[in-house]
Nanobody, 125 residues
C-alpha cells in the first residue's frame, strides 16, 4: 500500500490550498480515507474523512465550513480543499487509509492502518 500526499506549501492567512492523496497497491474504492494533521507540540488530529462510497463524510469542528474532502475513485485520489486558512492550521498533513465494514469512516487517526508521508502546510499571519 502506498499513499502519496502532496499540495502543501506556504500560504497567507485567508488563502487556500488543495491537498491530494494518490493511492496505489490497493483496491482504492474499498478504502475509507482520512486526513490527519500533526503540529509541533500538539496531538495528532483527524481533520476529515470520507468513506469508500463517499456517502459518509466527517470534519473536525475546527475545519467545518472551511475544508472540503472529496474523492475520485477512477483516479485513486482523495482531495482536501482548504479555504480560509488560519495560522492554527499549520501542520504536517497526512492521508491514511483502511477498510471499515459498513462503509464507515473515522476521524480517529488511530483507526487507520496505512499512512502516507506527510505534506507540510504553513499558514502565515
Amino acid at each position: 500500500v502506498q499513499l502519496q500526499a502532496s499540495g502543501g506549501g506556504l500560504v497567507q492567512a485567508g488563502g487556500s490550498l488543495r491537498l491530494s492523496c494518490v493511492a496505489s497497491g490497493i483496491t482504492f474504492s474499498n478504502y475509507a480515507i482520512g486526513w490527519i494533521r500533526e503540529a509541533p507540540g500538539k496531538e495528532r488530529e483527524g481533520v476529515s474523512c470520507i468513506s469508500s462510497s463517499s456517502k459518509r463524510i466527517f470534519y473536525a469542528d475546527a475545519v467545518k465550513g472551511r475544508f472540503t474532502i472529496s474523492r475520485d475513485n477512477a483516479q485513486n485520489t482523495v482531495y482536501l480543499q482548504m479555504n480560509s486558512l488560519k495560522p492554527e492550521d499549520t501542520a504536517v498533513y497526512y492521508c491514511a487509509a483502511d477498510v471499515f465494514p459498513g462503509d464507515k469512516a473515522h476521524l480517529d487517526p488511530y483507526q487507520y492502518a496505512y499512512w502516507g508521508q506527510g505534506t507540510q502546510v504553513t499558514v502565515s499571519s
